[in-house]
C-alpha cells in the first residue's frame, strides 16, 4: 500500500504535471476503493458506511493523497473533516440504521430511514427557506436568497456539489438527493433581473454546493451578465468556495483553468470587485504547491481572497491553529474575514463548541497575530435575525455576560447595536441565551415574530415551505 508523504514540503515550488490531474470522487459506494482505508478496523469502516447513508459523504484523490495525514488517522483533522464519523449521528439514529445494516435491509428500507432521520437533523436551519426566498413579479426566484439589505446569494443550479464534503456542512441537506429540500436555481436571466431591480444591492454571493464545481463556459453567463450597464449598482462579486483546498487545479491546470481566470480579469478591469471567499479550516490545507500557485494565480487576476472557517470540535478547536492560519494566510496574501459558530443542524452532535470556549478560542489566537490578520470577525452565529457576534465576556454590577452584537441584522437598523446574555459555559447557539440583567427578550425578538409571521403567511402559498 502506498501512503502520501506529508506534509509536503511548504518550500516547494510548484511543478506543472505533464498531463492535467482529473478529479477523482469517492462516495459511500465507493468506500471499499479507498486503500488507505484498509489501515482501519472492519468496525470502523462499517460506522462510516452507517453514517454515510444518512449524511453526505464525497472525497477526492487530491485529499487523500495530498491532504490526509494517514499516520495520524483518525485524529488527523483533515481526516475528520472529510469522512464519516460514528459520533455525527447521535447514539440512537446510528443504532436505528446500523441495524438495517447489519440486517442486510433492503436499499428501500435504508434509504426511507434515511430520509427520516434527516428531517430531524434541522436541514435547514436559521429559516433558509422560509424567509429568504426573493420574489419578480409575485413569483419566487429560484435559486436566490435575500436576507440582508447589501447582499444576495445565488445558488447555481450546477453548483450544488462540491469537489469533496466537509462532515460538518451546514448545506447538507442540498447534497442528499431530496430534492425538496434544494436551493437551487435554473438560469441567469431571473437573478439578473432580480439584481437590476434591486440597487441597493451592491454584494452578490455566488454559493452552493460550490460554484467553482462548475465549468467555466456554464459560469460565463452570469459572469457576463454582471457586467451590464443596469448592474452597473453591483459592486462586488463574490464566489464561496472550498476549490482551493479540496481541488486547486481547477484555477491552475483544469483546461478551463485559464479562461475562468480571465473572467475574473475581466471584472476586475470593468471595476467590479472580485472576492474569492475561500473556505479554510485548517492550514494544513495550504501546505501544498498547487495551493499556493492557486492563490498566487487568483491575486494575479486582481481578485482579493478572503477566507471564512467555522470552528468546528476534533478539526479546529484550538486557538493555535487559527492563529498559524490567519498568520499563514496574510503572507500569502489572503484576509482572514469571518469565524463562524458551527450551525445548529446536521452532525452538529459531533463537532458543535460551546460559544464561551470559541469566543477563548477566538480571542487567544486573536491577540497573538498583527493588525493585519484581524480583519476576522467572529466567532459569529449566522442565525434567524442576523449574524450574531460574541464580542466579549464581562462582569456588570456582579453580573457575568455575553456582550454581544449584531454584524448583520434582518433588520438593517439592528446592526452593530451591543446586547447582553447571561453567561453561560454550555450554550451553543443563540436560542440557548438568555438575556441578562433579568429582562425578558432580547431587543429585536418582538420585531423578529412579527417578520416570521407576516412573511411566513405571505409564503405559504406560492413557495415551497421546507421542513
Ligand atoms: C453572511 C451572509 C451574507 C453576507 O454578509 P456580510 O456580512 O456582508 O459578509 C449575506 N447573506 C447571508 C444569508 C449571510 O448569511
Known amino acids: 500500500m502506498t501512503v502520501a508523504v506529508l506534509p509536503m514540503n511548504i518550500q516547494d515550488s510548484f511543478v506543472a504535471p505533464e498531463t492535467p490531474p482529473k478529479l477523482e470522487v469517492f462516495t459511500e459506494r465507493h468506500l471499499e476503493r479507498i486503500e488507505q482505508l484498509n489501515r482501519l478496523d472492519e468496525q470502523t469502516r462499517f460506522e462510516m458506511k452507517v453514517v454515510a447513508s444518512v449524511l453526505p459523504f464525497r472525497v477526492n484523490r487530491y485529499v487523500i493523497d495530498h491532504l490526509i495525514n494517514w499516520e495520524n488517522v483518525p485524529d488527523d483533522p483533515i481526516f475528520a473533516l472529510t469522512f464519516p464519523q460514528r459520533d455525527m449521528l447521535e447514539p440512537e439514529m446510528f443504532e436505528q440504521m446500523a441495524q438495517l445494516h447489519r440486517d442486510q435491509a433492503p436499499k428501500a428500507e435504508i434509504q426511507a430511514l434515511a430520509w427520516k432521520l434527516r428531517h430531524q437533523l ?12 426573493p ?37 447538507w441537506a442540498q447534497f442528499v438527493g431530496d430534492k425538496d429540500l434544494k436551493i437551487a436555481s435554473k438560469e441567469a436571466d431571473k437573478l439578473l433581473a432580480y439584481l437590476a431591480e434591486h440597487p441597493n ?55 478551463d483553468a485559464d479562461e475562468l481566470l480571465d473572467w475574473f480579469t475581466r471584472l476586475t478591469d470593468s471595476g467590479k470587485h472580485v472576492a474569492v471567499m475561500a473556505h479554510i479550516n485548517h492550514y494544513r490545507e495550504m501546505q ?12 494575479a487576476t486582481g481578485a482579493e481572497i478572503r477566507t471564512q472557517s467555522p470552528l468546528i470540535k476534533h478539526i479546529n478547536d484550538d486557538a493555535a491553529v487559527w492563529e498559524k492560519m490567519w498568520r499563514e494566510q496574510v503572507r500569502l496574501g489572503m484576509i482572514p474575514y469571518y469565524m463562524f459558530v458551527e450551525r445548529d443542524t446536521g452532525a452538529k452532535y459531533r ?28 466567532p459569529s452565529m449566522s442565525a434567524g435575525p442576523g449574524k450574531v457576534e460574541i464580542q466579549g465576556v464581562a462582569e456588570v454590577h456582579g453580573e457575568k455576560v455575553f456582550v454581544l452584537r449584531f454584524i448583520q441584522g434582518r433588520n438593517p437598523e439592528w446592526a452593530q447595536r451591543p446586547f447582553f446574555a447571561r ?9 440557548e441565551l438568555t438575556p441578562a440583567f433579568g429582562e425578558k427578550r432580547f431587543f429585536f425578538e418582538d420585531e423578529f415574530e412579527q417578520m416570521k409571521r407576516s412573511r411566513g403567511l405571505a409564503m405559504l402559498d406560492t413557495a415551497e415551505v421546507g421542513a
Not at 420574489?135 to 462540491?162: I, N, W
Not at 501544498?288 to 491575486?299: D, L, Q, S
Request: charged letters at 20%; hydrophobic letters at 40%; aromatic letters at 12%.
Open 122 to 133: 434541522n436541514p435547514h436551519p436559521a429559516g433558509q427557506m422560509e424567509l429568504n426566498l
Open 423 to 431: 453567561y453561560s459555559e454550555t450554550a451553543t447557539w443563540l436560542h
Open 201 to 255: 444591492i451592491t454584494d452578490l454571493l455566488m454559493t452552493g454546493g460550490d460554484p467553482m464545481v462548475m465549468k467555466t463556459k456554464h459560469l460565463a453567463p452570469y459572469l457576463e451578465g454582471m457586467l451590464a450597464p443596469k448592474l452597473a449598482h453591483l459592486q462586488t462579486i463574490r464566489i464561496g468556495t472550498k476549490a482551493l483546498s479540496f481541488w486547486p487545479y481547477r484555477f491552475v491546470t483544469d483546461p
Open 135 to 171: 420574489m419578480v413579479d409575485g413569483k419566487v426566484v429560484e435559486g436566490v436568497q435575500h436576507k440582508y439589505r447589501e447582499t444576495a446569494l445565488f445558488f447555481p443550479s450546477q453548483g450544488q456539489t462540491c469537489h469533496s464534503y466537509c462532515t460538518f456542512c451546514f448545506r
Open 288 to 299: 501544498t504547491p498547487v495551493f499556493r500557485e492557486a492563490v498566487r494565480r487568483i491575486r
Open 351 to 378: 463537532f458543535e463548541v460551546p460559544l464561551a470556549r470559541a469566543y477563548e478560542i477566538y480571542r487567544d489566537a486573536i491577540r497573538k497575530v498583527s493588525g493585519l490578520a484581524r480583519t476576522a470577525r467572529g
